[in-house]
């Protein structure tokens, strides 16, 4: 009796273990799955500014302060380390960003850093985006506000372009088009 | 229970361990100043703290060695920090890149300069 009600708790959980899964994986699907433009044209000069703002993300902004293969050597970064220095100016912003500056800091850092990447590569290009947009508006309204338009238009700038790419996706141009195509 | 302790430390580890440790770095800043008279202020900037690229880190005439010094201390990650030299607050090497000061393995560092000339190191 007692193997029985076991196996009956083994099936149950395997049932509702894979039945999760299944969620996950029809949300991720409906996550990543781009919006295709009418022609392959239109998704390729959409393509543009997304590869190149997510390069300059993680090559440049990103690999300064967090730690990525490609950071420079001298600033002595272990990997998906975040700059000594960047949960400092963070909990300069006050209010929730000083009790939990290094989180904070991490996100934001890896949200460049790793973010730029996906973002290039159009891969989980919705999330990534997201992730970008919100790094981006504390970048706009907690640091640069009182620099003047000239220094808060590079993050405007990628606010802009992971914006759209939020509602887009990736296009066909990406492993997210790749991922999904084959699905459906 | 082994899924939740993973979970934890994980999350302990993003929020707590991944910053960059950092290290003091005493650099000794060792200025000589050709061919300016009338010398009223002599000051290092960086980017940096304890110095900025707005105000002088003030360096005091040493007349053993005829040089203008400073000594600086750092709480940095990095292996390296940027300066330029000041006088009469006007800064040096106008339109070049900063000073490139490599940390040296040791405690201290000694950076010897020239006002308005740059080093070959």
């Known amino acids: ?24 994986g029809k949300y991720l699907y409906k996550m990543i799955e781009p919006i295709l433009l009418p022609n392959w ?12 703002c997510g390069i300059l993300l993680t090559v440049d902004f990103g690999a300064a302060k967090f730690g990525l293969p490609w950071s420079p050597v001298d600033k002595n970064l272990g990997l998906f380390e975040v700059a000594y220095w960047f949960p400092n100016d963070v909990a300069e912003y006050g209010g929730i960003f000083a009790k939990f500056s290094v989180f904070f800091a991490w996100m934001g850092a890896f949200s460049e850093a790793v973010g730029g990447l996906f973002l290039a590569l159009g891969f989980l290009t919705r999330p990534f985006s997201f992730l970008i947009v ?5 970048a706009i309204f907690c640091q640069q506000i009182d620099n003047g338009t ?14 759209y790419q939020m509602i887009l996706g990736s296009g066909r141009f990406g492993i997210d088009y790749l991922l999904t195509s084959r699905r459906s | ?13 993003a929020f707590t361990g991944c910053v960059q440790k950092t290290t003091t770095q005493t650099v000794v800043y ?3 100043i050709k061919n300016i008279k009338d010398i009223k202020t002599v000051g290092v900037r960086g980017n940096n703290k304890p110095l900025s690229w707005q105000s ?14 400073a000594t600086v201390t750092y709480i940095t990650g990095y292996k390296f920090t940027e300066v330029k030299f000041v006088v009469n607050d006007e800064f040096e090497l106008a339109d ?11 405690d201290t560092t000694i950076y010897t300069a020239t006002f308005n000339v740059k080093n070959n190191y």
């Open chain 2, 30 to 32: 060792k200025l000589s």
């Open chain 1, 134 to 138: 919100c790094t981006m508006l504390v």
């Open chain 1, 41 to 52: 044209w239109q998704d390729f000069l959409m393509v543009l500014p997304r590869i190149v």
């Open chain 2, 96 to 106: 070049q890149d900063n000073r490139k000061v490599n940390f040296s393995d040791k």
């Open chain 1, 1 to 24: 009796m007692k193997t029985i009600t076991s196996q009956s708790g083994q099936a149950f959980y395997a049932n509702s273990s894979s039945s999760i899964l299944q969620l996950i």
């Open chain 2, 56 to 69: 002088d880190y003030p360096m005091t005439f040493d007349r053993q060695d005829s040089t203008y010094k």
């Open chain 1, 150 to 163: 000239w220094n808060m238009l590079p993050a405007m700038g990628f606010l802009w372009v992971a914006l």
């Open chain 2, 1 to 13: 229970m082994k899924a939740k302790i993973t979970i934890f430390g994980i999350l302990l580890w």
